[in-house]
Nanobody, 126 residues
Framework: QAQLVESGGGSVQAGESLTLSCTKS?????????LGWFRQGPGKEREAVGC????????TYSEIVRGRFTISHDKVTETLYLQMNNTKPEDTAMYYC??????????????????WGQGTLVTVSS
């Protein structure tokens, strides 16, 4: 049974950078085909940051992070990364990774990703 574990969260000043990681533990025969980063800020609903589709070979980003955040995926280690540049106080949130062995159609927190991590907290101060 696969599990996802996020790491790399912490406190930064606005404008600084931070890199989050999402590591898969547990052996599986197949590889994840859809992986994503999502976040939930204080008093807000969970929202998508972006998703990567490994079989189809493309990555999508939400408009709120496009140009500032970069998602990458190491196929060998099956580790998902989120490089956060030019951070803003509104990026303060619990960040979650999600994954699935299927091609998930929409990069949305309401999509049926089968695996979710426990989250890592990012705090951006002004």
């Amino acid at each position: 049974q696969a599990q996802l574990v996020e790491s790399g969260g912490g406190s930064v000043q606005a404008g600084e950078s931070l890199t989050l990681s999402c590591t898969k533990s547990g052996y599986t025969v197949t590889h994840f085909r859809s992986l994503g980063w999502f976040r939930q800020g204080p008093g807000k609903e969970r929202e998508a940051v972006g998703c990567v589709y490994t079989a189809r070979g493309f990555t999508t980003y939400s408009e709120i992070v496009r140009g500032r955040f970069t998602i990458s995926h190491d196929k060998v280690t099956e580790t998902l990364y989120l490089q956060m540049n030019n951070t803003k106080p509104e990026d303060t949130a619990m960040y979650y990774c999600a994954a699935d062995f299927r091609d998930i159609g929409a990069c949305s927190p309401s999509s049926t990703f089968g695996y979710w991590g426990q989250g890592t907290l990012v705090t951006v101060s002004s």
